[in-house]
């Protein structure tokens, strides 16, 4: 999908949840700064939105995406204009098992979150942030009833490419983790196919697949390394959710506490020597 033409394995870093908390916005800026990091997916509903958008302009060069919320969250877009993405209480649904069982019956509407989905990369746009590709929170483009609409408003916004959130099997197998999310990851990779056709139709870019996916949560630097040193060629995306566990981050809602320290410093300690010592070539979604 990546027409550079170079036999080392191509890696786009990206750290999700961009915005969540000022802890991770400066793992961000420092990751990018020491060579760690060159890309970045920012939450339009994020509780740290403006430091955000601030500390993406002193990185010049990082890329910077949109991280679309579709559960645990608020909406960006009116209400009344997205009724079947939210709970009677005018929250985006906290349970990722219920958002899935919900799509999956046709009880979310593609259409609302096409525009939901438009309403938040549009915010970021309005900020200023020139928006390099989309991927969404938990993943949930891996559903052909989310890719569908998410494609669609990325191409009304003029963003060019979307994570492709597919693990492959080498990435899977390098990683050591919760055994009942390697399943999880196997069985959802049964959409690929169909992701790939809405892709080209789309004419929008992507990746070769996005590593590490198994590992979230477990992304330390023995399990890095092993991703580091037999990585194929392609071009890749390591999902990454580095970040400070502080008490700021005591008050958000998340699975992803300790993890986020250790994550941090496996990939300052990692991906600048592997680039340094040309095993592989970084870029951004700019770039594909």
């Known amino acids: ?37 060159t890309s970045t997916t920012l939450m339009a509903g994020g509780n740290t939105f403006q430091d955000a958008v601030l500390t993406a302009s002193h990185c010049p060069g990082l890329g910077v995406g949109c991280h679309v919320v579709l559960v645990d969250g608020n909406p960006s877009a009116p209400p009344d ?9 005018g929250t985006l649904r906290s349970s990722l098992a219920n958002f899935v069982f919900d799509l999956q019956r046709g009880r979310i509407h593609e259409d609302h979150i096409e ?87 789309s004419g929008l870019r992507s990746t070769d697949g996005s590593i590490g996916v198994s590992a979230t949560g477990n992304l330390d630097a023995a399990n890095l390394q092993r991703l580091l040193r037999d990585m194929p060629s ?25 993890t986020r320290d250790v994550e941090r410093k496996a990939l300052s300690n990692l991906i600048a020597e592997a680039a340094s010592s040309n095993r592989i070539q970084l870029l951004t979604f700019h770039d594909i």
């Open 81 to 89: 204009n997205v009724p079947s993405l939210l709970t009677p209480q």
């Open 234 to 258: 392609g071009t890749w995306e390591l999902v990454c959710h580095p970040g400070y566990n502080d008490t700021e981050l005591n008050q958000i809602r998340t699975r992803l506490r300790d």
């Open 115 to 201: 525009i939901e989905a438009e309403a938040q990369i549009r915010r970021l746009q309005q900020a200023g942030i020139n928006v390099s590709h989309v991927d969404t929170h938990k993943h949930t483009h891996l559903f052909p009833r989310v890719a569908r609409p998410l494609m669609r408003a990325a191409k009304r916004c003029g963003v060019a490419a979307i994570r492709n959130p597919f693990e492959p099997s080498w990435s899977a197998r390098l990683t050591r983790g919760a055994m009942i999310r390697k399943l999880e990851v196997a069985a959802l990779r049964n959409f690929s196919s169909t992701f790939r056709k809405l892709l080209r139709a």
């Open 1 to 37: 999908m990546s027409n550079l033409p170079s036999q080392l394995p191509r890696l786009i870093v990206n750290a999700d949840d961009f915005a969540l908390t000022s802890g991770v916005n400066r793992s961000v800026s420092e990751l990018f700064h020491q060579g760690c990091l």
